[in-house]
């Protein structure tokens, strides 16, 4: 009878540790869960004992995921056209002869007053929703309050380039700084 008992004794702490690794094993992965924007929903999928799929994060879109037209879409015709036999070298020149890289840099490090320009071709596709990258850059040059960026001041880019240059001068700069993408390498 007592030897009965201590088989049983043995029978039952074996068991529970049984029940306590499997438990563990099937515990949710708390450091998976933890960042995610959709804790909630999987949470509520969890108590219901659905499967819990974790979040993949969206990254951005970049230039190189448009179709050719997307990238200019919404563009004024005239300039849609002075863009289409846009020349990007001239772009730089102008850049540096009308003074913007006094305050814009290709250096994403360097500190200046304007936003850098590293792969600003890419950041323009998602800056406004619904404005393609090409309308995007031309309304910041020809009206820059029109969407100031994050952590910039407004009225400190000069709002009077679109009197200051040519259409085919805007559309140099526009052409050159599409250009600064990642698929560029630029
Ligand atoms: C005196 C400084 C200054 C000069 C000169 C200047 N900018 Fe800017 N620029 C800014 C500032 C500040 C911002 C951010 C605030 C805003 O969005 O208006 C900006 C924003 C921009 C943006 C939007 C960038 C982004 O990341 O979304 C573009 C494009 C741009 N400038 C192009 C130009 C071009 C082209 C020239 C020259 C023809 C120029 N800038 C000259 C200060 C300047």
């Known amino acids: ?3 009965n008992c201590t088989r049983h004794r043995t029978w039952l702490v074996a068991s529970l540790w049984v029940v306590a690794v499997a438990a563990a094993a099937c515990a949710p992965d708390a450091t998976q869960l933890i960042l995610s924007p959709r804790l909630g ?23 190189a995921d ?8 919404g563009l004024p015709e005239d300039f849609a056209a ?15 002869a009308r003074g913007c890289i006094g305050c814009h840099a290709l250096d994403p490090n360097a500190a200046m007053t304007g936003p850098t320009w590293y792969h600003v071709g890419d950041t323009a596709v998602s800056r406004v929703p619904g404005e393609s990258p090409a309308l995007y850059l031309y309304a910041s040059i020809v009206n820059p309050g029109e969407f100031v960026v994050p952590a910039y ?14 259409l085919e001068e805007l559309a140099d700069l526009v052409a050159y700084l599409l250009e ?5 390498g630029s």
């Open 1 to 3: 009878m007592k030897l």
């Open 153 to 166: 001041p407004n009225n400190i880019m000069p709002a009077n380039y679109a009197e200051q240059l040519s």
């Open 41 to 63: 929903e999987q949470l509520a999928a969890l108590e219901a004992g659905n499967e819990v799929v974790a979040a993949v994060p969206t990254e951005a879109p970049t230039l």
């Open 66 to 73: 448009l179709a050719p037209d997307a990238v200019v879409a």
């Open 82 to 96: 002075a863009l289409a036999a846009a020349q990007p070298a001239n772009g730089e020149q102008i850049a540096l």
């Open 180 to 184: 600064q993408n990642a698929a560029n």
